[in-house]
Each structure stands twice: as C-alpha cells, then as structure tokens.
C-alpha cells in the first residue's frame, strides 16, 4: 500500500500569510494527487486535483504542484476562511489512501 | 445541481451489521465511479471502497476487506455498503462520495451518516 505523509501536522499563520504545506508519497504516485479543505463538522471539499489543476469555484490563491512522490499546496494570501484542515489523498492505486492532514488555524 | 445524501446510520451493537445508503442525483450516476470514506471521532480522512460505474470492479481497505460489501444500484442511483462483523473501530462518520474524471478526485461529497459500534 501506498503510505502518504503530511508537513506540517498543523501551522499557526495569520490572515495574509503565504502558506505551503506538503506531502510525501512512499512510491511515486505520478501525478495522481487530490487535495481537500476540511472544516469543522462539514464534508471535505476538493480543491485541487491531478496535483495542480484547480478544481471549479476554487478560489485561486490555491494552487497545487508536484510529480511523482513530493508535492505542495500553497495559499498564497490565507483569507480567514482558510482555517480548516488539508488533507492530500493519493489516488493512483487503491487503497487510495489520504495523508494525516495538516491543521491550519489563526496565529 | 449533485446531491448525495446518506442515510443508515444509526447504534450497532459489536458484532452487528448495518446497511447504509447513498441517494444520488443530478448527474448521471451509472456513468461515475463512487466511493465511500470513513472519519473516527477526531482523526483523520480513511477511504474505505469504491464501485466503478458498472458495479463490475470493487477494491477496498485492508482494514474492511472481507468484512464490507459495496454495491451500487443504478436504476435507483443509489450506493450502497453493507457492513457486518462490525467492530469498535469501525465507529466514523461514513461519506460517499463521487469520482470526479481521470484522475479519481473526489469532486462531491454527501453529509456524512454517523455509525457507532458499541455495546
């Protein structure tokens, strides 16, 4: 099975900040890597998948990069409805496994 | 405008079975792969099976493996997952969700149906 790893576990940033968070793949995974928003108590919510192709309505200070087994999602100006928790999910081979997420909440 | 909406969730004693369902609409369900994907209190997203369009090809978790049953019926655009032999662990909050294109993204999610293991 393909294990997925998260950097941060979880970050302190404030409205305005440049945030990246990455994720790792134990094998490369090509380009077959989604990222989703998760708020309190709500579904997740696709932002970016195929590693960098920003998913419809998604606003576009999301942005996605990456190949193989490293990738990064970048917010580049966190608007206070960012805080939530991101979560990168591999989907090149089942069980298409999701990485720990990444906590990010106000500083 | 896609809808999924779950329901069948419910308390279940350990050991038990329970049967939930996913009620899709707004696309042409027969034509999407769907998936469901579980969170325990407090932790993290664990996908758990998916169901091509057809029905014809499943995969699961090991975790779940031979123990949950997906299925689908397209007249009804409905999913289904029967559970059996249910365990503590298996306590989540249970998603459907739709597959998106080529890349397997899931792109709509439902609400969410919560199962409790416990005796």
């Known amino acids: 099975d393909i294990q997925m790893t998260q950097s941060p576990s979880s970050l302190s940033a404030s409205v305005g900040d440049r945030v990246t968070i990455t994720c790792q793949a134990s094998q490369s995974i090509r380009s077959y890597l989604n990222w989703y928003q998760q708020k309190p108590g709500t579904a997740p919510k696709l932002l970016i998948y195929?590693?960098?192709s920003l998913q419809s309505g998604v606003p576009s200070r999301f942005s996605g990069s990456g190949s193989g087994t490293d990738f990064t999602l970048t917010i580049s100006s966190l608007q206070p409805e960012d805080f939530a928790t991101y979560y990168c999910?591999?989907?090149?081979?089942?069980?298409?496994?999701f990485g720990p997420g990444t906590k990010v909440d106000i500083k | 405008e896609v809808e999924l909406l779950e329901s069948g969730g419910g308390l279940v004693q350990p050991g038990g079975s329970l049967r939930l369902s996913c009620a899709a609409s707004g696309f042409t369900f027969r034509s999407y792969a769907m998936s469901w994907v579980r969170q325990a209190p407090g932790k993290g997203l664990e996908w758990v099976s998916v169901?091509?369009?057809?029905?014809?090809?499943?995969d699961y978790a090991d975790s779940v493996k031979g123990r949950f049953t997906i299925s689908r019926d397209n007249s009804k655009n409905t999913l289904y997952l029967q559970m059996n032999s249910l365990r503590a662990e298996d306590t989540a909050v249970y998603y459907c969700?739709?597959?998106?294109?080529?890349?397997?993204?899931?792109?709509?999610w439902g609400q969410g149906t919560l199962v409790t293991v416990s005796s």
């Open positions: 195929a590693a960098s």
């Open positions: 999910q591999q989907s090149y081979s089942a069980p298409r496994t």
């Open positions: 169901i091509s369009g057809s029905g014809g090809s499943t």
């Open positions: 969700a739709k597959e998106g294109g080529s890349y397997l993204d899931l792109d709509y």
